[in-house]
């Protein structure tokens, strides 16, 4: 008789091999050439670059758009993140419950997920257009001027943000999914209890989902800091004053437009490490509240 935990079927190591070649040869193996690539001189364009040893480290430590760029970033976060979350579970939870109706206006929240980043931004810079852009004319029905949205620093952060609350279909799907999963009985049962609709809310929907609002936070900070080049790129190219000079753009920049394709490898690996810094301050202040449980 064997001892210890049993070991998994061979047919599930079959069927996680493809995920851990994919893994190893699309993530791993580049993160390990990128962060190889930064301690060298490398422009991108030359076939042999040469070991500088923490040249580009001494260089970024005196980078004051480098600042510039990590401020604009957390910033970034503190705004997009949030939004997308309520944004996602507000109407995962609404459209949950059968509606007439229902199945057109889930489709309608889920469509702008399938529109290319590129479409969705120049559609925006259209919205946004001081001029004509129907947001501001929406304004001006209740008296207000309206924004000069991309001119001025705060005004084309919180237009950045905006952009990035309509591409929810993902977060918005989860959330409806999990709704649907809740034992109804639960529900039955508080409202014979006198709960009301937002007493539910706050007592049984919220703490029962709280799993998938964990996952959709890590999953959303991980997107806001990594994956926002587009709509910076398209929609301000890192301006005005750097306000939306977000790492992703700085380290194209870098490493495209200033052939520091070594410092572009460098800032990239900080990006992973400040990735990574946040969601496990993110988990810890979960564990720390006993949200899970």
């Known amino acids: ?5 049993a070991r998994p079927p061979l047919t599930a190591w079959a069927f996680l091999a493809p995920y851990a070649v994919a893994v190893g040869l699309l993530i791993v193996l580049p993160a390990l050439l990128n962060l190889g690539y930064a301690f060298t001189d490398h422009t991108g364009l030359t076939r042999d670059p040469q070991f500088v040893g923490l040249d580009n480290v001494r260089r970024m430590l005196s980078d004051g758009f480098l600042l510039d760029s990590v401020q604009a970033s957390a910033i970034h976060l503190a705004l997009a993140v949030p939004l997308r979350l309520l944004a996602a579970v507000g109407l995962g ?3 949950a419950a059968p509606r007439p109706g229902g199945r057109w206006f889930r489709v309608a929240v889920y469509l702008p997920t399938v529109v290319p980043d590129v479409a969705l931004a120049v559609l925006f810079l259209w919205v946004l257009n001081p001029l004509y852009g129907p947001l501001n004319q929406l304004l001006g029905l209740f008296g ?4 000069t949205w991309l001119s001025d620093p705060g005004t084309a952060r919180v237009a950045v943000a905006l952009m990035l609350v309509f ?3 993902e977060g918005f799907l989860v959330v ?3 709704r649907r999963l809740l034992d109804g009985r639960l529900y039955e049962a508080a409202a014979l209890e006198g709960c009301g609709p937002f007493g539910q809310l706050r007592r049984l929907t919220l703490p029962m989902l709280a799993p998938v609002l964990l996952l959709l936070a890590v999953r959303d900070t ?4 990594q994956v926002n080049f587009v709509p910076a790129y398209v929609l301000t190219d890192g301006r005005p004053a750097n306000a939306t000079l977000y790492l992703p753009v ?3 920049d870098q490493a495209f437009e200033f052939s520091s394709f070594a410092y572009g490898a460098l800032i990239t690996s900080v990006l992973m490490v400040v990735t990574a810094v946040v969601i496990t301050a993110l988990l810890l ?3 720390r509240w006993r949200v899970l449980r």
């Open 285 to 287: 202040v979960v564990r």
């Open 222 to 225: 991980i997107l806001t800091l």
């Open 93 to 95: 939870l609404l459209l």
């Open 250 to 252: 700085y380290i194209f």
């Open 1 to 5: 008789m064997t001892s210890g935990r």
């Open 144 to 147: 207000h001027p309206g924004f």
């Open 167 to 169: 591409p929810i279909g």
């Open 176 to 178: 409806l999914a999990a």
